[in-house]
């Protein structure tokens, strides 16, 4: 079967039914796009760690329609994206897909997946209809993933947890937290970062349907040339094999922070950090600093280092040292946004276990290290 369609929205519909981001070699069906021509509708699907998708293209037909067939995701994605004509035919048989634009013609093949099943479908627009804040997403992304924990035993902290009133991003290993104070989705879940990158490809003015079970979300982006939806399930603390993520202790080290602290240029931390790791005499992930509040000056002092920062003091705190991971702080620092960053410590009688690094959107917990 033939379809004839402009290149410009089939490049828009691969961008969001393949998202590089969302490929991996631990999930087999994420490398495959599934090309297919029911009722005589160009489909391509997708299957993705907690998602599927669909796209269904409009486009001039010819010919008799096939079930499906699979193409590499990547190849298929690349090859289009390189291709600079107006218009783009693809002529889909059980062989592959042989793409003509211009006066050149292309063949991807098709490829065997491991099962020659079809990919389930999302399901039709229903539920109910939930908030969806683009804006508030692409925050989390930027000022939050970096705290993502990479862990094959505690396997919650691999995902971005959805309270009710904020969202939190984990590294528990290491004693790092961070926390935007906004609701997301209307439920206590875990999100996986497949999800969050598909809260990004989308248009801003998508919709997302909370669907009848209460445990599924059906994304959904339409314009005049293609439908795209994806249907997505988070995890929830209570499934089998997910474990607590403990949300409420981490909390609960928010509300233990001292109310007193002080607000410091966060170019001036950002620039000292990075002078202490340049002069560093051992591996940066291993280098300590050593983190002194007294006298309304921030003192950061390393083997080579020794820097002095001026504050401004909110309320009276209390003198204090703590020693940090020079690499796991210039990454919390980093992806601050604002000017100014406010520091609370933790205190447990009278010793400062880590402190609370603020700056206004995005609060960051960091423990201290010996």
């Known amino acids: 079967m033939r379809f004839t369609l402009n290149t410009k929205p089939l490049k828009d519909v691969l961008d969001l039914v393949i998202v590089p981001a969302n490929i991996s070699k631990f999930f087999a069906t994420s490398t495959y796009l599934q090309i297919s021509t029911e009722g005589g509708k ?17 486009s001039t037909i010819e010919g008799e ?39 050149s013609k292309f063949t991807v093949a098709r490829v065997p997946a491991d099962s020659e099943t079809q990919f389930d479908k999302p399901s039709n627009p229903a539920g109910v209809d939930v908030p969806f804040d683009q804006q508030f997403w692409k925050s989390v992304k930027n000022t939050q993933m970096y705290a993502l924990a990479e862990n094959f035993v505690q396997q919650q902290y691999t995902n971005i947890y959805n309270g009710l009133s904020h969202i939190m991003v984990s590294d528990y290993p290491r004693s790092l937290f961070t926390v935007s104070e906004k609701q997301g989705l209307p439920v206590e879940c875990l999100l996986s ?35 795209f939806s994806a249907e997505f399930k988070p995890k929830y603390q209570s499934s089998p094999n997910v474990g607590s993520y403990q949300a409420p202790f981490i909390l609960e080290q928010l509300d233990l922070a001292d109310t007193t602290g002080i607000e410091v240029p966060t170019a001036l931390i950002k620039k ?26 921030v003192k950061l002092t390393s083997d080579s280092v020794d820097g002095k920062i001026d504050g401004k003091l909110i309320g009276e705190p209390t003198p204090y040292t703590i020693s940090f991971s020079v690499a796991i702080l210039s990454n919390i620092v980093s992806n601050m946004d604002k000017e100014i960053i406010a520091v609370y410590p933790l205190l447990k009688e009278g010793e400062c276990q880590g402190c609370v690094f603020s700056d206004g959107n995005v609060s960051a917990i960091l423990a201290g290290v010996d």
């Open 193 to 227: 970062p497949s999800i969050l990158n598909l809260f990004l490809s989308v248009e801003p003015q998508s919709k997302i349907y909370q669907l009848g079970d209460k445990e599924s979300f059906l994304l959904i982006d339409i314009t005049d040339t293609y439908t």
């Open 65 to 103: 329609p096939i079930d499906f067939i699979f193409v590499d995701a990547l190849t298929f994605k690349q090859l289009v994206s390189s291709i600079d004509a107006n218009i783009i035919t693809l002529d889909i048989t059980e062989n592959g897909v042989t793409i003509e634009a211009g006066r």
């Open 42 to 58: 160009l489909k391509f699907n997708t299957s993705v760690d907690s998602a599927i998708s669909e796209a269904v293209m409009v």
């Open 272 to 297: 000292l950090l990075s002078q202490i790791s340049l002069l560093s005499s051992t591996d940066t992930a291993s280098t300590a600093v050593k983190w002194e509040y007294v006298d309304s000056v």
